[in-house]
Each structure stands twice: as C-alpha cells, then as structure tokens.
C-alpha cells in the first residue's frame, strides 16, 4: 500500500497541527490570568480562535501572542512579588 508524497505530505502537516493544538491549548489553559492581563489579551478569545480555526489558530497563537505572553508572564512575577 503505497501513499505517495502527498500522503506523507498530509501526515506530516497532520501530525505537527495536531502537536500545534495540543501544545497552544496547554500554554492558554496553564497561564495564569495575571499574565493574560498584563498583556491585555482575553484567554478566553484566544481558546476559542485555536479551537474554532483548528489550522490558522494555534499558527497565529503562535506568532501573535506567545512572545508577547512571554513578557506579560515576567511582568506578573514582577507585580506580584511588589504587592
């Protein structure tokens, strides 16, 4: 049974979206809501944007609002440890 470099073109993409999700839906439901504050993003919003555009979500997730997550986790150590 061959599948030809398409199906493992399709796999491929397949097996690293679905990696994608799982680690985008890990990152969103794990961090704290100060940090989701700090940066002024609703986790809510961005949980239903990587389920309800199940390719493009975790993408944008990705390169929109992990790094700025990265810095808004900083700052809310930060803000914590001064309260």
Do not use: C, E
């Not at 985008?24 to 940090?35: E, G, M, N, R």
């Not at 993003?41 to 975790?58: A, K």
């Not at 809310?76 to 309260?83: C, D, E, G, K, N």
Request: no cysteine; proline share 5%.
């Amino acid at each position: 049974m061959a599948i030809g470099i398409l199906g493992i073109f399709v796999l491929v993409f397949g097996v690293a979206n679905l990696a994608l999700l799982v680690w985008s839906l890990y990152v969103i439901l794990t961090t704290p809501a100060d940090s989701w504050d700090a940066i002024g993003m609703s986790q809510m919003m961005w949980l239903l944007v990587v389920l309800l555009l199940p390719f493009i979500g975790p993408v944008l997730f990705a390169v929109v609002a992990m790094p700025r997550l990265k810095v808004g986790i900083g700052i809310a150590a930060v803000t914590s440890l001064l309260r």
